[in-house]
């Protein structure tokens, strides 16, 4: 078997979210909870202008799920504890030499570093069920690894982080050559760029400890989007410069430089807790669209779509506002994950 990741510009069968269910990323007042469930549905119907939409939901949460989702979503009704799909979902893969075959690669989970207020028992059975519903064939794998933490360019390269892979809150023992190793055989990667590091308030509490979706993503081979920040008052202006000056000197899997698109961060710096990680990077592709996250300013998202849409040629970039979503911890991206169409099924 030789698995492959394809690209997330290829097209999809469906996206997958889980919804969210008691947990402390949600908030601690009841309007801060409500804009969080706002926001999820939100970039759910979003997806499901474009495509299918399946929705995980656990039985306590079936009916504030149908009273907020439209008919066209389709809840499956199971245990759900964690509720950041992309990271501890099925990460989707393809075998060229069998051609309809789907597999979904079973990465271990621990809550990006077993914080002590993540919880991730029930979650941990989703990329099975997720798998068995589909027929795909399961991927197990012992690395601690999540989907917002590797972007690939279906052609063998994959961008991923030392202060993720290389945790030792998640991977105590390991080092490159093990994870490159596990990354060929479970995505076929054969080639990965190793970023040093992530944003700056990806590092505090409900981070990620540097997942590279709010980072960098690949629109097409050979070419990067990376996020900007162009405010010299915060701390990821001096960050994002030594990313790009880091990233201009990367090849990819076919032995090219990258071209590198600046993505510009949005104007607003701080919120609540401090300063902010917003990122347009952190979008879904989706047949025939983007969906982009929004921070609530006209100029800053229009010009991120504009961006979005020369970057995906012959996509519409639909913008929904992921203001709550990043105050839990994550984006757009963190909390879908695309099954890949597979020929022949």
């Known amino acids: 078997m030789a698995w492959r990741m394809p690209h997330e510009g290829d097209p999809h069968e469906r996206t997958w979210m889980a919804f969210p269910n008691e947990g402390p990323t949600l908030g601690d007042d009841p309007a801060e909870r409500e804009r969080f469930y706002d926001a999820w549905s939100a970039v759910a119907h979003a997806v499901a202008g474009f495509e299918p939409v399946t929705m995980l939901v656990d039985p306590s949460r079936v009916d504030d799920a149908r009273r907020r989702l439209s008919s066209e979503i389709e809840v499956v009704e ?158 990821d202006f001096e960050v994002t410069r030594a990313l790009r000056a880091f990233l201009s000197e990367q090849t990819d899997a076919a032995g090219r430089a990258f071209e590198i698109i600046d993505l510009p961060a949005p104007e607003t710096l701080r919120d609540h807790e401090g300063f902010v990680d917003y990122s347009y990077v952190n979008h879904l592709v989706v047949n025939g669209g983007i969906i982009a996250c929004g921070f609530g300013e006209d100029r800053a998202d229009a010009r991120a779509r504009e961006i979005l849409e020369a970057a995906y040629p012959g996509r519409r970039a639909v913008t929904v506002d992921a203001r709550q979503i990043f105050a839990g911890g994550g984006g757009i991206h963190c909390i879908t994950q695309q099954q890949p169409k597979v020929a022949g099924r």
Do not use: C, M
């Open 78 to 235: 199971t245990p759900v504890d964690e509720f950041w799909f992309r990271d501890h979902g099925p990460t989707f893969v393809v075998d060229d030499d069998r051609p309809g075959v789907l597999g979904a690669v079973d990465w271990v989970f621990n809550g990006w570093g077993a914080p002590e207020w993540a919880s991730w028992e029930k979650a941990a059975a989703h990329t099975r069920l997720t798998a068995e519903l589909v027929g795909a064939e399961l991927v197990s794998s012992l690395l601690v690894n999540e989907g917002g933490g590797i972007h690939v360019d279906g052609e063998g390269t994959v961008l991923v982080t030392e202060t993720v892979q290389l945790d030792p809150r998640r991977n105590r023992f390991a080092d490159k050559a093990r994870v490159e190793a596990e990354l060929q055989r479970t995505i076929g990667a054969t080639k990965a760029v190793w970023l040093p590091r992530g944003l700056t308030r990806d590092y505090d509490e409900f981070g990620t400890n540097g997942h590279v979706d709010i980072v960098a993503t690949i629109p097409t081979p050979g070419r990067l989007l990376l996020h900007d920040q162009r405010d010299p008052d915060h701390p």
